[in-house]
C-alpha cells in the first residue's frame, strides 16, 4: 500500500478558504481517478470531489461552486481548493488515486475508497468561529 501525504488542513472561520494538497505517486497512467474524501466525527467516509484522465470533475452537491479539484502535473500534486467553507465542512480529508477510470463513477455511490490503490492519511479541517 503506497501512502499518499495531504497537506493543507487547519482552523478557519465560517466563509473561509484552504486548499489541500496531495501528493501523488510519479508514475505515468493513461488513465486514472483521483478523489477526495472526508469522514466527518460520527459519520461515515465520504466522496467530495473526483477528477479523471479526461479532465471530468464531480462534486458531492453540497460542495458544489465552493469547492474546485485539480491536478498540478508537473508536480505531480492534487488540490482541492475548498472556498466559503462552512461548520459543516469540519471533517478529516483524504485523498485517493487509482489507474481505474472506473472508481470515479462510483465515489458517490458506495464504499469505495478501500479500492483505491493510492490512499493518504488525512489532513484535518476545522471550521469554527
Known amino acids: 500500500q503506497v501512502h499518499l501525504v495531504e497537506s493543507g488542513g487547519g482552523s478557519v472561520q465560517p466563509g473561509g478558504s484552504l486548499r489541500l494538497s496531495c501528493v501523488v505517486p510519479a508514475v505515468t497512467y493513461s488513465r486514472y481517478c483521483m478523489a477526495w474524501f472526508r469522514q466527518a466525527p460520527g459519520k461515515e467516509r465520504e466522496g467530495v470531489a473526483t477528477?479523471?484522465?479526461?479532465?471530468?470533475?464531480s462534486y458531492i452537491e453540497s460542495v458544489k461552486g465552493r469547492f474546485t479539484i485539480s491536478k498540478a502535473n508537473a508536480e505531480n500534486t492534487l488540490y482541492l481548493q475548498m472556498n466559503s467553507l462552512q461548520s459543516e465542512d469540519t471533517a478529516m480529508y483524504y485523498c485517493?488515486?487509482?489507474?481505474?477510470?472506473?472508481?470515479?463513477?462510483?465515489?458517490?455511490?458506495?464504499?469505495?475508497?478501500?479500492?483505491?490503490?493510492?490512499r493518504g492519511q488525512g489532513t484535518q479541517v476545522t471550521v469554527s468561529s
Open positions: 477528477l479523471n484522465s479526461d479532465g471530468s470533475s
Open positions: 485517493a488515486a487509482d489507474p481505474s477510470v472506473r472508481l470515479c463513477s462510483w465515489v458517490f455511490n458506495g464504499d469505495v475508497w478501500s479500492q483505491f490503490r493510492y
